[in-house]
């Protein structure tokens, strides 16, 4: 059973373009994060929601909206796609819980965005 | 801020030898965790093993294992008899016991194992 699914696994676009990645967890956690990963694999977190409540909002252009219609679920849209977006986002989660942090994250398998 | 350095872009090592990759980090925070991610090439990510900062037994998960200082704010993990299938790129990532979860990685070090 996948833990984390993304889809889809590869996205070529031309710029301008609007585009969706969607996230899926089954492992009943409470958290969920996007990160990007850019040409020299640095990892950097963009958004993180907690139950539905955005928590996490790093300087990304707002061209990039998350949306969580529930825990299980966090979706990301990109309007007007520009070449820098081309890189690979992974979605994530874990369970925080009322204790607070520490909990490990558990990622889905990328999603390739190629921005042509 | 948080900062993780791997100060290692590329190792390799002999099948069946021991290799260490460095990681060291600046915080201000007592209350933090750290794990080490392993992303092969087929790009997944996954745990290695993760270190609480309030614990001073180092962690251990089968051949890997890792060097916590935490007065010298390092964290390094040593993998022991290597395996062609430990070819990967290799994360550090610092965590802060707060709101958020926020992992901060270090830019990474590609490992490869030689047959």
């Known amino acids: 059973d996948t833990a984390v699914s993304q889809t889809p696994k590869y996205l070529v676009t031309q710029m301008g373009n609007d585009k969706s990645i969607k996230c899926e967890q089954n492992?009943?956690?409470?958290?969920m994060y996007w990160y990007k990963q850019d040409s020299k694999k640095f990892l950097k977190i963009m958004f993180s929601?907690?139950?539905?409540?955005?928590?996490i909002n790093e300087t990304v252009p707002n061209r990039f909206s998350p949306k969580s219609p529930d825990k299980a679920h966090l979706n990301l849209h990109i309007n007007s796609l520009e070449l820098g977006d081309s890189a690979v986002y992974f979605c994530?989660?874990?369970?925080?819980?009322?204790?607070?942090?520490?909990?490990?994250?558990?990622f889905g398998p990328g999603t390739r965005l190629t921005v042509l | 801020a948080q900062t993780v350095t791997q100060s290692q872009p590329e190792m390799s090592v002999q099948e069946a030898e021991t290799v260490t990759l460095s990681c060291t980090y600046d915080?201000?925070?007592?209350?933090?965790?750290l794990f080490w991610y392993k992303q092969p090439p087929s790009r997944q990510m996954i745990l290695v093993i993760r270190?609480?900062?309030?614990?001073?037994q180092n962690a251990t998960e089968n051949r890997f294992s890792v060097n916590f200082q935490k007065a010298a704010k390092s964290f390094s993990l040593k993998i022991s008899d290597s395996q062609l299938g430990d070819t990967a790129m290799y994360f550090c990532?610092?965590?802060?016991?707060?709101?958020?979860?926020?992992?901060?990685f270090g830019t990474g070090t590609s490992l490869t194992v030689i047959p």
């Open positions: 929601y907690n139950n539905k409540e955005l928590i």
């Open positions: 994530a989660s874990s369970q925080v819980g009322v204790a607070g942090g520490g909990k490990t994250q558990y």
């Open positions: 990532a610092f965590m802060k016991r707060a709101t958020g979860n926020q992992f901060y």
């Open positions: 270190q609480e900062a309030y614990k001073q």
């Open positions: 915080t201000s925070e007592s209350n933090y965790y």
């Open positions: 492992l009943g956690h409470d958290t």
